[in-house]
């Protein structure tokens, strides 16, 4: 009797066990990712979100859309987001401003600037005296795009405020809104609406500043240092997620890569997303091992002291974390 007992006893747990392993793998842990903004140019995110990358990592990634790094950066401080995704000029700045729990990036998605100077007109021609007595509405002053963007201008022999005037009061998410009600001679747009306007015959796609700028480390991972401290796990399982991520997009077609990206741009036209990937390959637009160099800081703190936006730089070792990244490379 007792023999039978334990034997159906055996069985039960046998039945059981894969439901209660079944129910644990289910259990996904939620991480409050808010970006910059919603674009192709940080495709290696979105296919670790598609492909289900997160989920093997054991995360659900709950994503926002800040409309900006200023907007995300307080999201991160207040506690309304664990991870931003922004340019780390962001965290420089609240380093500076003497934060005791500042910010601190973990993980670099891209190296180049990935905005598009969009013309009124078509202009297979353009150089960039073309734009001497021009307007070009060039985004949030302090933020990365409008900084690269006056160091192409710059770098181009233009001089601003007396070539060229690059309005700085409209907002990152209106700057589409202000140029198609008519304000402005140029605007600097990211994908997909850059060419969504291109395809609507409302503007036109005349330089891609990334190609002009060269190698920025131009949007990183960041939490703040605290929350660093109490989830390391979680770190690493995101920056795991990350890298998956960026291998599968360099390992796969652009076509293969459009069609992993479509849930995220359901608006957008397949042929478009395959154009896009192609014109951010042709430009090396993601950082293959998702490390943050010294050297790569230290260019972008150049770009903001030619801007006039840093008077202190910001000492690497406080605001930038590679173990997480490198683990994630190991794996």
């Not at 390391?232 to 960026?246: E, L, W």
């Not at 950082?287 to 790569?296: A, C, F, H």
Request: proline content about 3%.
């Amino acid at each position: 009797m007792k023999l039978k007992l334990i034997s159906i006893i055996l069985v039960l747990i046998m039945l059981i066990l894969p439901i209660l392993s079944g129910c644990q793998q289910d259990e996904l842990e939620t991480v409050r990712l808010i970006e910059v903004t919603h674009s192709v140019f940080y495709a290696p995110q979105y296919v670790a979100i598609t492909q289900g990358f997160f989920e093997e990592e054991g995360l659900e990634i709950e994503l926002t859309n800040g409309k900006g790094a200023d907007k995300c950066m307080t999201a991160l401080l207040s506690g309304q987001a664990d991870i931003g995704f922004m340019g780390p000029e962001a965290t420089v700045y609240v380093y500076n401003q003497g934060k005791e729990d500042f910010a601190v990036n973990f993980a670099q998605l891209t190296q180049k600037d990935g905005s598009f100077l969009v013309a009124r007109e078509a202009d297979e021609n353009f150089e960039f005296d073309k734009l001497k007595g021009k307007t070009v509405i060039g985004g949030r002053k302090g933020g990365m795009p409008e900084m690269t963007l006056e160091y192409v201008l710059k770098s181009n022999g233009l001089v601003l405020g007396e070539d060229v005037n690059v309005r700085t009061d409209i907002q990152f998410a209106a700057m589409a809104g202000a140029f198609l009600g008519g304000e402005g001679d140029y605007v600097t747009l990211f994908e997909p609406v850059a060419s969504e306007l291109e395809k609507e015959g409302k503007g036109h796609i005349v330089a891609s500043i990334g190609a002009e700028a060269g190698y920025i480390p131009y949007t990183c991972y960041s939490a703040t240092k605290s929350f660093i401290a109490e989830n390391p796990k979680m770190i690493q399982k995101f920056t795991n997620a990350i890298y998956k991520g960026m291998v599968w997009v360099n390992e796969h077609s652009s076509e293969e890569v459009a069609e992993a990206l479509q849930p995220q741009f359901p608006d957008t036209d397949k042929e478009i997303l395959i154009s896009l990937i192609d014109r951010y390959r042709d430009q090396d637009t993601w950082k293959p091992d998702l490390i943050l160099t010294q050297e790569g800081l230290a260019h972008m703190m150049d770009i903001m002291e030619l801007a006039g936006e840093l008077n202190e730089r910001a000492p690497y070792k406080k605001i930038v974390n590679t173990e997480f990244a490198e683990k994630a490379m190991k794996k």
